[in-house]
C-alpha cells in the first residue's frame, strides 16, 4: 500500500515542482544566476586567495537569496495580475488555475522573509539591497502605489532593480566578504551602464505582446500610449546605446578587460540583435514575444561574455 502511495506521489511532487518552476519565471532565474555568477567570478579575480569552500559556500547562499528575491518579485505581479494574466499570459500557474491563490501567498511570503533574515546577519549593504529590491518590487504591482499603471516610473523600477541593486548591491557583498577595499572594479561600472538601457528597452518591450490584455484593463504602458512600432523602435535604439557604449568603453576605458575580446563580442551581438529585429512583425503578438525572448539571451550572454573578458586580461 505505502509503495502505491509513494509512486502517486511522486508524480504529484514532480507536477508541484513544475509549478513552481513556471511561476518564478524561468528567464528571469537563470538572469539572476548568471548575474551572480559573473559578479562573483569578476571579484575572485580581483582580490586575493584562492577559491575555497567558504567562497563557494558564500556564492550559493547569495544564489539563494537572490532566487528568494526574484520570486517574489514575478510571484506578487502575478497575484496582483490574475485577470490581466488570463488574458496575455494564460500559460501562468495563476491564471491557468494549476495553483492556488492561497499557495501563491505563502510561496511568496516565504520569499521575501527568507533573504531579510539572510541579509541581517550581513550587514548594510546587504539589507538595504535585500528591502530595496523587495519594496520597488511590491511597489510595482501591489496598489495603492502600483507602479506598472504609470509606463515612465515602472520602467525606471525596473531598470533601477536590475542595473543597480543587483550589479553594486551584490559586487559590494562579495568584496567585503572576501575583505577587499569596497572599491567596484570598472568592469562592474560599465556592466552597470550597459544594464540600465538595457533593462529599460526590456521593461518596456515586455508589454509588446501584451498591448490587448493591458488595453482592456487600462494599463498606461508605452506600447498602450505609442503603439507597438514605436515602442520597437525606442527599445532598440536603448539596446544599440548599450552595445555601443560597451564597444567604446572596452576599447579605451576597461584597464580589467581584453579589450579586442570584448569589443568584438559586444558588435557581434549588436549585429545579432539587428538581424533579428528586422524579421519581427510588431503587430504579431507571438513573433513579438519570441523576440522578446531573445533579448533576455542576449542578457544572459552579456554575463556570460563581461567574466570572460576580465579572465582573459
Not at 32 to 55: D, F, K, P, Q, Y
Not at 291 to 296: A, E, L, T
Request: include cysteine; charge should be positive.
Amino acid at each position: 500500500m505505502s509503495t502505491v502511495a509513494g509512486a502517486m506521489a511522486l508524480p504529484k511532487r514532480a507536477r508541484g515542482l513544475r509549478v513552481l518552476w513556471r511561476f518564478s519565471r524561468p528567464h528571469t532565474v537563470i538572469g539572476t544566476t548568471l548575474s551572480v555568477v559573473a559578479l562573483w567570478l569578476i571579484t575572485l579575480t580581483n582580490t586575493e586567495g584562492s577559491l575555497t569552500a567558504a567562497r563557494l559556500g558564500d556564492l550559493a547562499l547569495t544564489l539563494l537569496a537572490a532566487y528568494a528575491v526574484n520570486v517574489f518579485i514575478v510571484g506578487i505581479n502575478q497575484i496582483e495580475d490574475v485577470d490581466i494574466d488570463r488574458v496575455n499570459k494564460p500559460f501562468l500557474p495563476i491564471a491557468a488555475g494549476d495553483l492556488s491563490l492561497r499557495v501563491a501567498w505563502w510561496i511568496v511570503g516565504v520569499s521575501a522573509a527568507l533573504p531579510v533574515l539572510m541579509a541581517l546577519t550581513q550587514g548594510v549593504i546587504e539589507v538595504v539591497s535585500v528591502m530595496t529590491a523587495l519594496l520597488v518590487g511590491a511597489a510595482y504591482s501591489v496598489p495603492p502605489i502600483r507602479l506598472k499603471r504609470h509606463a515612465g516610473l515602472a520602467m525606471f523600477a525596473i531598470s533601477g532593480v536590475r542595473s543597480i541593486v543587483v550589479n553594486l548591491g551584490v559586487s559590494l557583498h562579495f568584496a567585503l566578504t572576501y575583505g577587499a577595499d569596497p572599491v567596484i572594479a570598472p568592469s562592474v561600472i560599465a556592466l552597470t551602464l550597459f544594464v540600465i538601457p538595457f533593462s529599460v528597452a526590456i521593461a518596456i518591450l515586455k508589454d509588446v505582446p501584451d498591448l490587448e490584455g493591458d488595453r482592456r484593463f487600462q494599463i498606461a504602458t508605452y506600447t498602450v500610449r505609442l503603439g507597438p512600432e514605436r515602442v520597437m523602435r525606442l527599445g532598440l535604439a536603448a539596446l544599440t546605446t548599450a552595445y555601443l557604449g560597451m564597444a567604446i568603453l572596452g576599447a579605451w576605458l576597461l584597464p580589467d578587460v581584453q579589450p579586442a575580446l570584448f569589443v568584438a563580442a559586444h558588435l557581434a551581438a549588436l549585429a545579432l540583435l539587428w538581424r533579428w529585429a528586422s524579421r519581427v512583425d510588431c503587430r504579431n503578438p507571438h513573433e513579438c514575444t519570441t523576440f522578446y525572448m531573445r533579448i533576455w539571451k542576449l542578457f544572459f550572454l552579456e554575463y556570460v561574455l563581461v567574466p570572460v573578458a576580465v579572465l582573459a586580461a
